[in-house]
């Protein structure tokens, strides 16, 4: 069962300045068939596959380097070469975010066109993304 601060806390996402409660009801009495049946929507692989590479796609922090992307009931392998160690972390998250992924195992290699230095790493890991 929702209760009124758990809907407020759900409220506070990135960007969000402040959060009115105010107008907020729970109605503890809401019939059975109004709810949700199924808690996780299923697809099948093949879906799931299109949905992770539409999410690598849109991501600018992976989307040069076009990972392979192979799926097995619901576990998401990712396969292939990127520059850097955040567009392997971001292409992990992403394939995370897709609804009917079980695992994600992030098998990318991490290959830099040309070696950054200690303080170019360094910068780079503490950018945000």
Partial sequence: MISESRALDDAWVNGVISVDGSGIKIDPLVSFEARRRLKY???????IKKAVQDSLRLDPRVSAFSPDVTVDDGVVFLDGIVANLKAKTSAEQDAKNIVSVWQVNNYLKVRPKVQPTDAEMTTQLKRPC
């Fill in 41 to 47: 929507a299923i697809k099948s692989d093949s879906e």
